[in-house]
């Protein structure tokens, strides 16, 4: 499994972003696939995760009613539509994947840079 992220930006507070993981390799199944953040000076958070096979979603506290996970089965893409962004999401935000029989992410993505100005 390979994965690309894409669509970060520069946004003002209270926009919407969308980012795109590209996926490839032979098969997801019993994949999960997160997305997490790093602000500056901070380490590396769980954003939240969508379960291939299924599409069941779970999202951190901080992101919840906000942001919104989602996945194309047939493109093999999933993606994280930010809504009303504020100034603390700005990070690099990187798509990960791990096997349900893992514990934690094993493979990732390069990041995208999101920066919400104020």
């Known amino acids: 499994v390979q994965l690309q992220a894409s669509g970060g930006g520069l946004v003002q507070a209270g926009g919407s972003l969308r980012l795109s993981c590209a996926a490839s390799?032979?098969?997801?199944?019993?994949?999960?696939l997160g997305w997490f953040r790093q602000r500056p000076g901070k380490e590396r958070d769980f954003v939240g995760a969508?379960?291939?096979?299924?599409?069941?979603?779970s999202y951190a506290d901080p992101v919840k009613g906000r942001f919104t996970i989602s996945r194309d089965y047939a493109r093999r893409m999933v993606y994280l539509q930010m809504n009303s962004l504020q100034p603390e999401d700005t990070a690099v935000y990187y798509c990960?994947?791990?096997?349900?029989?893992?514990?934690?992410?094993?493979?990732w993505g390069q990041g995208t840079l999101v920066t919400v100005s104020s």
């Open positions: 390799g032979p098969y997801f199944t019993g994949y999960f």
């Open positions: 990960a994947a791990r096997h349900h029989s893992q514990s934690s992410y094993s493979i």
């Open positions: 969508i379960r291939w096979s299924v599409g069941t979603t």
